[in-house]
């Protein structure tokens, strides 16, 4: 139980162009999902907390209107890169919350590179 | 404080125990975990273990918490070419969020 997949697994995009990337809890709803980004050989780094039917609520530093999250559903989150620019490429890695006990599940990540 | 951290690299041989050890800054956790890495991969919880609890078993896992100095580790006994990874310790300050720390990359040696 408590599986999470992300889509895609990896995407390669030009300069100036959005990319959307979903999360989605196969089997168990998740009121609250998390994005993290994680740069090569470095810890995860939290960008935002996903609400479903609410807005996110993004870390110190994460610019909002950059990068949009949509958590429409209980078992779906998307974040969307918008004009995305090579220093966007990273390792992003999604994770659904399970309340009791309190732990996260996460994605197998989504690797994006900008040209 | 929120820190969490943890040495950088271990290595270990084969059939040996490893033991990977967290350090954490603020007394108001709740629940600890780790996590396992690989290449390219998310993160797969492995286990966790509440703070009220001192220890947790899990077939070759072994966690402990010592509250009063703010150290958990993880003990994986019989180690295998398998356990190659990196090990993240994460704790949960009250606030659903997680705090991670820098990750331990475990290298088993043949």
């Known amino acids: 139980g408590a599986v999470v997949s992300q889509h895609p697994s990896w995407v390669i995009c030009k300069s100036g162009t959005s990319v959307k990337i979903e999360c989605r809890s196969l089997?168990?709803?998740?009121?609250?999902m998390f994005w993290y980004r994680q740069f090569p050989k470095q810890s995860l780094m939290l960008m935002a907390t996903?609400?479903?039917?609410?807005?996110?609520?993004?870390e110190q530093g994460v610019e909002k209107d950059k990068f949009l999250i949509n958590h429409a559903s209980l078992t779906l989150s998307t974040l969307t890169v918008t004009s995305a620019h090579p220093e966007d490429s990273s390792f992003y890695i999604c994770?659904?919350?399970?309340?009791?006990?309190?732990?996260?599940?996460f994605g197998p990540g989504t690797r994006l590179t900008v040209l | 404080g929120e820190d969490v951290e943890q040495s950088l690299f271990l290595s270990v041989r084969e059939g040996d125990s490893s033991v990977i050890n967290c350090t954490y800054t603020?007394?108001?956790?709740?629940?600890l975990y780790w996590y396992k890495q690989e290449p390219g991969a998310g993160l797969q919880l492995l286990t966790y273990?509440?703070?009220?609890?001192d220890m947790k078993q899990d077939q070759r896992l072994t966690v402990l918490l010592n509250k009063k100095d703010k150290h958990l580790s993880l003990r994986i006994a019989d180690t295998q070419t398998g356990d190659s990874a990196i090990y993240f310790c994460?704790?949960?300050?009250?606030?659903?969020?997680?705090?991670f720390g820098t990750g331990t990359r475990l290298t088993i040696i043949p």
């Open positions: 994770s659904a919350r399970v309340p009791s006990p309190d732990t996260q599940y």
């Open positions: 089997d168990f709803q998740a009121t609250t």
């Open positions: 996903s609400n479903e039917g609410s807005k996110a609520t993004y």
């Open positions: 994460a704790v949960n300050f009250g606030n659903e969020k997680l705090t």
């Open positions: 273990i509440f703070s009220n609890m």
């Open positions: 603020d007394s108001s956790s709740t629940y």
